[in-house]
């Protein structure tokens, strides 16, 4: 889908309803940069909402000053919708009230603006009968979850009264701006992700009562082989709040026909309304399958519920065999597996892969929908016909008949194929036709997976791969463990900087699909090289990373990083010497390198300084660039956005934010063409540094740091030499230092720090907890 | 006793409402701006003819910035002083503008003009305490520590040196909020208070004062400077933008230009010590002055003692046998807050005001000074 070229851009939008939802909806509104109208019947109620959301973890502002773009307002004056050119409905269930909420909207609307509703549960037929016929064609529902800065699925639901050109101009808004992945939804109760996620975690709590198997390993059984977040089911009834499942089931229970399956799940367990009633909402409450009790000597432990007797034990993190099993074989073995776990793991996956299978063609246009909605609705990794294929539509099919179920025509259809294979290096679907079909990208999104079917990688080798993406662009991936860079890595970044041009080759992209860009440089060599005291070896990969991102910098066409998700250290040092950057928005970046006893060693805290030194932001003379630069890596800042990375100058001005994550390959291609045709490689720069006196005012803050508790003695010590580092060393202000003369600094102070047992132990900890030491 | 032969008066005192650095009112104005309409509000006030004043002495603790080049000079362009009033701008830190009004008074002794505007100025969200390019003598840290010493970790070292405990420190703060909240309602703040037009609308009053403060809520406090000391942001005045100016004239030129004078000038000293414990030093300060005054403590009406810190307000008192009744009876920094140069002007200003209402014969003005000085003025009230 492109952006309509005739369709008139979504400027202004208004929010009816400053509940969580409404108000969240809001601030992802304003993230994408539209100015908001934020409504509601309580006077002060959307102010106050915005002020709770800028307290709110996870943050719903992509930045704090994005607040300022939501304008509060209540419903006695509806004139602030007159110029909106979208109103989004997300207001109390019930059908009256919306009824009555759209008289008193419509008639502010102006020509051409869209009314959409957020429910979750009514009928878009419903919900129009409430709409005069003039205004049904620029109605219909626009699905956000919880949180919708998070959460990528955006259900719609259309109909055939709606003005195909007003759908599309919302569509197109919610794919571009907000990042939405659009999944289209036949108008049926819940939709497609409730409809099914309801059903399976109603059905993971029932029989886990009925067959007595505790909380833990029900999570433990259903959450990694299932590919299902750790939380698991009863994890995440927590998360969202026990409190909403009761009236989620009534929803659905009047809702859905009496045959619908649902129905046989029966009522919610007497616990479950027990636990609300004492206030175990969940982690808004005084906790709920799970809580955190606090010993009186403060100790914190993590309890759960026995679902019996309604008692807290200690948790004790289970490892079933059933799920074990998964792990050699894959989650059929889970679902074979004779244990009472592996029981349960077959009647809760078994009854919810069949339901999926018996609604989809009712809920859906095709089983991906069905897949994309789980994925992105509640974080499965695998949707439910990607789970089949998994476990073979055969096997499943006569699984069933050995247990007297019914199998739903769909799997009877599949007769043993698979819902997706490859043909011709396009990925196709299985219809409801029962023939298979490609599945389309949305225009303007280019697949690496799909291109990584097509061809094979210009070079690769156990840690990296460079693939051709077209136009003359190419793209160097890492597949390394978590992203993390080493010295394969880096070799086929030369391999590409030697060998691309020569290949005729007008630009690279660094892109990858994993879930972080980078964690960072692989610090167990620089543990092992430490401890058998190989300086010089240190000193070479230090050498040989700086050098390698340099030659980024001044190579022969440009690079531009494409990061999303995590790009900490290393992965944050790289794309400083990217020539561009396209980021996503959710990219969480920062030199980080002080928690494992360092400062960033192949170019950070040179590139840093060089992007303050040129700001001209910042307040003259030589200290400013340097007391920012030593802020940032000394405190280990990571950006919790794109748009935070660019206060903190890893973004630049002119560096690229892109909304939706599926579009960051083609726009980072984009830039890279667009670059290639007036690049200019990177020109060093000579900077004016403090030196000793800078120094020594940075050792005045430590102190002062050290004083107050905030840092520990080993912070004082990697802090003291990043300030030496970035205060130019030995240097006179009103001599120059140059960007090699900073790496040398950088190198001899990682040599400094390896030196000393605190540094080694924060590397130690830091690989086998994965957490920072404070030492 | 050391009598000025030239009487000296401090005819009229203003100031700025003063807001809470980086989240106050006045964060986004430029410190000259805040100065310049104080300025004119002096002028106002006091009914001075301008084209009479012979120079604008300002003081601020980091003049660079928008409060750099020479701030006491352009803020004359931008208050529309006449371009023959002169400008200079002084810096002792903290004592910035209390010594304007002491440069005032030597220059008018020597017969160089008769009325000077004495002001200050300091902007603590806009130019950083430490300036934008802090480059400390390396070698000078090294060997002195305490040259370079953050206020904070004086005040700890104030508070062990003269055992001033936590709980007397939460009680002095206390105090000094209540008399500023009870000061603020009872509008004896109000005629000080010049508003301020700023980009986002009027600022009319102060921004510091937390008048809901609790003895609970500051004993819950954790310390600010010192994970095992006593001083806690409740007890030390907070980082403040505003900024303060008061005229001072000949006695003579006072009566000439039909101008109401507060209080006079009787005398005023400067003193040195350890720059680790700088709170300390009103002590030596304000006993020069009180011997130059030729009194004694005991003679004292009106108090003004700047509150950098409880403790170091807690030592001065004890060491100097200060009766605390009559000290910062309309609330100290602590409360008000503490723009730096713009404090000097403020208390010796405030304590020429309360001489003048309450109709005592004696007041002390005193502060610390980063570094390890401490700085006093004696006035006498206007019979």
């Known amino acids: 889908m492109s952006i309509l070229e005739n369709t008139p851009p979504i400027e202004r939008v208004c929010v009816v309803g400053a509940g969580v939802m409404g108000a969240s909806i809001a601030a992802h509104l304003a993230n994408a940069g539209v100015q908001v109208v934020l409504l509601d019947v309580i006077e002060g109620a959307a102010a106050s909402a915005i002020q709770k959301m800028l307290k709110t973890q996870p943050a719903p502002f992509m930045h704090p000053k994005f607040a300022k773009r939501i304008t509060p307002g209540t419903m006695d004056d509806l004139s602030s919708i007159d110029d909106c050119d979208w109103i989004i409905e997300a207001i109390i269930e019930r059908l009256d009230v919306k009824h009555q909420l759209y008289a008193q909207i419509t008639p502010h609307m102006k020509p051409g603006a869209v009314l959409s509703s957020n429910t979750s549960t009514l009928p878009l037929k419903s919900l129009m009968e409430g709409l005069s016929p003039e205004h049904r064609p620029y109605f219909m529902i626009t699905h956000f979850f919880n949180p919708p800065r998070y959460m990528r699925l955006l259900e719609t639901v259309i109909s055939e009264h709606t003005d195909p050109d007003a759908a599309n101009r919302i569509i197109e808004f919610c794919d571009h701006r907000l990042g939405k992945s659009?999944?289209?939804?036949?108008?049926?109760?819940?939709?497609?992700?409730?409809?099914?996620?309801?059903?399976?975690?109603?059905?993971?709590?029932?029989?886990?009562?009925?067959?007595?198997?505790?909380?833990?390993?029900?999570?433990?059984?259903?959450?990694?082989?299932?590919?299902?977040?750790?939380?698991?089911?009863?994890?995440?009834?927590?998360?969202?709040?026990?409190?909403?499942?009761?009236?989620?089931?009534?929803?659905?229970?009047?809702?859905l026909d009496l045959n619908d399956a649902f129905h046989s799940l029966g009522p919610a367990p007497e616990l479950l309304n027990k636990m609300i009633d004492d206030g175990y909402t969940g982690r808004k409450g005084k906790g709920g399958f799970y809580r955190l009790n606090i010993l009186e000597d403060g100790t914190k432990v993590k309890e759960v519920i026995n679902l019996t007797t309604g008692e807290y034990a200690p948790a004790k993190r289970p490892s079933p065999d059933a799920a074990k099993a998964a792990k050699k074989s894959g989650l059929k073995e889970t679902l074979r597996h004779k244990s009472a776990e592996g029981?349960?793991?077959?009647?809760?996956?078994?009854?919810?892969?069949?339901?999926?299978?018996?609604?989809?063609?009712?809920?859906?246009?095709?089983?991906?929908?069905?897949?994309?909605?789980?994925?992105?609705?509640?974080?499965?990794?695998?949707?439910?016909?990607?789970?089949?294929?998994?476990?073979?539509?055969?096997?499943?099919?006569?699984?069933?008949?050995?247990?007297?179920?019914?199998?739903?025509?769909?799997?009877?259809?599949?007769?043993?194929?698979?819902?997706?294979?490859?043909?011709?290096?396009?990925?196709?679907?299985?219809?409801?036709?029962?023939?298979?079909?490609?599945?389309?990208?949305?225009?303007?999104?280019?697949?690496?997976?799909?291109?990584?079917?097509?061809?094979?990688?210009?070079?690769?080798?156990?840690?990296?791969?460079?693939?051709?993406?077209?136009?003359?662009?190419?793209?160097?991936?890492?597949?390394?463990?978590?992203?993390?860079?080493?010295?394969?890595?880096?070799?086929?970044?030369?391999?590409?900087?030697?060998?691309?041009?020569?290949?005729?080759?007008?630009?690279?992209?660094?892109?990858?699909?994993?879930?972080?860009?980078?964690?960072?440089?692989?610090?167990a060599m620089l543990l092992i090289t430490s401890k058998l005291r190989l300086w010089t070896v240190i000193r070479w990969i230090l050498r040989y990373g700086q050098n390698t991102f340099g030659k980024m910098q001044s190579g022969p066409f440009p690079v531009v990083g494409a990061p999303h998700g995590m790009a900490l250290g290393g992965g944050c040092e790289i794309l400083l010497h990217c020539n561009a950057i396209e980021a996503h928005a959710e990219t969480y970046t920062g030199l980080i390198e002080a928690g494992v006893g360092i400062v960033p060693g192949w170019g950070g805290c040179k590139e840093l300084l060089r992007r303050w030194t040129l700001s001209k932001k910042r307040p003259g003379g030589p200290m400013p660039p340097v007391m920012k630069a030593f802020e940032s890596i000394a405190m280990a800042q990571v950006s919790k956005s794109a748009f935070e990375a660019k206060d903190m100058l890893v973004l630049r001005p002119r560096d690229g934010v892109v909304?939706?994550?599926?579009?960051?390959?083609?726009?980072?291609?984009?830039?890279?063409?667009?670059?290639?045709?007036?690049?200019?490689?990177?020109?060093?720069?000579?900077?004016?540094?403090?030196?000793?006196?800078?120094?020594?005012?940075?050792?005045?803050?430590?102190?002062?740091?050290?004083?107050?508790?905030?840092?520990?003695?080993?912070?004082?010590?990697?802090?003291?030499?990043?300030?030496?580092?970035?205060?130019?060393?030995?240097?006179?202000?009103?001599?120059?230092?140059?960007?090699?003369?900073?790496?040398?600094?950088?190198?001899?102070?990682?040599?400094?720090?390896?030196?000393?047992?605190?540094?080694?132990?924060?590397?130690?900890?830091?690989?086998?907890?994965?957490?920072?030491?404070?030492? | 006793m050391t009598s000025p032969q030239i009487p000296i008066v401090i005819s009229g005192y203003v100031r700025s409402p003063f807001t809470l650095a980086h989240k106050g009112d006045l964060a986004h104005t430029r410190p000259d701006d805040i100065a310049a309409q104080v300025i004119r509000g002096l002028i106002r006030q006091s009914h001075t003819d301008p084209a009479l004043i012979e120079d604008l002495i300002m003081g601020c603790a980091f003049p660079e910035g928008e409060q750099g080049f020479n701030v006491a000079r352009l803020v004359g362009f931008l208050a529309d002083l006449p371009l023959k009033v002169a400008g200079v701008t002084v810096n002792r830190f903290c004592g910035s503008s209390m010594q304007a009004i002491h440069m005032a008074a030597g220059a008018m002794q020597m017969g160089a003009g008769e009325a000077y505007i004495c002001a200050g100025v300091e902007s603590m969200s806009r130019i950083p305490m430490t300036g934008f390019n802090p480059m400390p003598h390396p070698q000078l840290a090294e060997d002195m520590p305490g040259s370079y010493m953050g206020?904070?970790?004086?005040?700890?070292?104030?508070?062990?040196?003269?055992?001033?405990?936590?709980?007397?420190?939460?009680?002095?703060?206390?105090?000094?909020?209540?008399?500023?909240?009870?000061?603020?309602?009872?509008?004896?703040?109000?005629?000080?208070?010049?508003?301020?037009?700023?980009?986002?609308?009027?600022?009319?009053?102060?921004?510091?004062?937390?008048?809901?403060?609790?003895?609970?809520?500051?004993?819950?406090?954790?310390?600010?400077?010192?994970?095992?000391?006593?001083?806690?942001?409740?007890?030390?005045?907070?980082?403040?933008?505003?900024?303060?100016?008061?005229?001072?004239?000949?006695?003579?030129?006072?009566?000439?230009?039909g101008l109401k004078p507060l209080a006079y000038v009787r005398s005023f000293a400067v003193s040195g010590c350890q720059p680790e414990i700088m709170g300390i030093g009103p002590v030596r300060s304000s006993q020069k002055a009180l011997e130059r005054a030729g009194i004694g403590i005991e003679d004292l009406d009106v108090i003004e003692l700047n509150e950098a810190f409880a403790a170091q307000s807690l030592a001065s008192i004890r060491d100097l046998k200060l009766n605390p009744e009559l000290?910062?009876?309309?609330?100290?920094?602590?409360?008000?807050?503490?723009?730096?140069?713009?404090?000097?002007?403020?208390?010796?200003?405030?304590?020429?005001?309360?001489?003048h209402r309450q109709g005592g014969k004696w007041a002390l003005a005193t502060q610390c000074i980063g570094g390890g000085q401490g700085i006093a003025t004696v006035l006498e009230g206007v019979s």
């Not at chain 2, 100290?332 to 503490?338: D, E, P, S, T, Y």
């Open chain 1, 182 to 255: 659009i999944v289209p939804c036949h108008d049926t109760p819940g939709f497609i992700a409730n409809r099914i996620g309801t059903f399976w975690l109603h059905c993971a709590v029932t029989e886990a009562v009925k067959q007595g198997i505790d909380v833990e390993v029900a999570d433990a059984v259903l959450s990694r082989p299932c590919g299902v977040p750790k939380t698991g089911v009863f994890g995440l009834l927590d998360l969202v709040g026990l409190d909403l499942m009761p009236h989620i089931l009534d929803s659905f229970s009047t809702a």
């Open chain 1, 659 to 775: 909304m939706n994550r599926d579009r960051l390959l083609a726009q980072a291609k984009k830039r890279a063409l667009e670059m290639s045709k007036d690049y200019h490689p990177h020109e060093p720069i000579e900077m004016h540094l403090p030196g000793p006196s800078g120094k020594t005012a940075l050792s005045l803050a430590v102190k002062d740091f050290l004083n107050k508790g905030v840092a520990t003695p080993h912070d004082g010590t990697i802090a003291t030499q990043l300030a030496w580092v970035l205060s130019g060393g030995e240097t006179d202000h009103l001599s120059t230092v140059s960007e090699q003369g900073v790496l040398k600094l950088e190198r001899d102070a990682i040599i400094t720090l390896a030196k000393t047992p605190e540094t080694r132990a924060r590397v130690a900890h830091m690989l086998k907890t994965g957490k920072p030491l404070r030492n």
């Open chain 2, 151 to 257: 206020m904070g970790e004086t005040a700890e070292n104030v508070a062990k040196k003269y055992k001033i405990s936590r709980a007397d420190q939460d009680a002095f703060a206390l105090t000094s909020q209540t008399k500023a909240a009870q000061a603020q309602s009872e509008g004896r703040l109000a005629q000080e208070i010049v508003s301020i037009q700023t980009a986002d609308g009027v600022v009319e009053s102060d921004g510091c004062i937390r008048p809901e403060t609790t003895a609970e809520a500051l004993a819950g406090l954790k310390p600010a400077f010192d994970q095992n000391g006593t001083v806690t942001a409740g007890t030390a005045s907070p980082l403040t933008d505003g900024a303060s100016a008061t005229l001072v004239t000949t006695e003579a030129f006072a009566e000439r230009q």
């Open chain 2, 327 to 355: 000290i910062n009876i309309d609330g100290g920094a602590i409360a008000l807050g503490h723009p730096l140069g713009a404090t000097g002007a403020r208390i010796t200003g405030k304590a020429a005001e309360i001489l």
């Open chain 1, 343 to 523: 029981q349960y793991a077959w009647s809760v996956m078994s009854q919810t892969l069949r339901y999926a299978a018996s609604l989809a063609s009712e809920i859906s246009d095709d089983v991906d929908a069905v897949d994309r909605a789980m994925r992105l609705g509640y974080n499965w990794r695998w949707g439910p016909f990607q789970l089949l294929d998994k476990i073979g539509t055969g096997w499943f099919a006569r699984k069933l008949k050995s247990k007297n179920m019914n199998v739903p025509e769909l799997i009877t259809q599949a007769s043993g194929r698979k819902f997706y294979k490859v043909r011709s290096g396009v990925m196709s679907i299985l219809g409801y036709d029962g023939t298979y079909s490609h599945i389309h990208r949305p225009k303007g999104v280019i697949s690496l997976e799909d291109i990584k079917r097509q061809k094979a990688p210009l070079a690769h080798n156990i840690s990296a791969s460079v693939w051709d993406i077209g136009d003359g662009i190419a793209c160097l991936e890492f597949h390394s463990k978590m992203n993390s860079f080493n010295p394969f890595v880096l070799s086929m970044i030369n391999w590409s900087h030697g060998e691309l041009p020569r290949r005729g080759f007008k630009g690279l992209v660094i892109y990858n699909d994993g879930t972080n860009f980078s964690v960072g440089a692989n610090i």
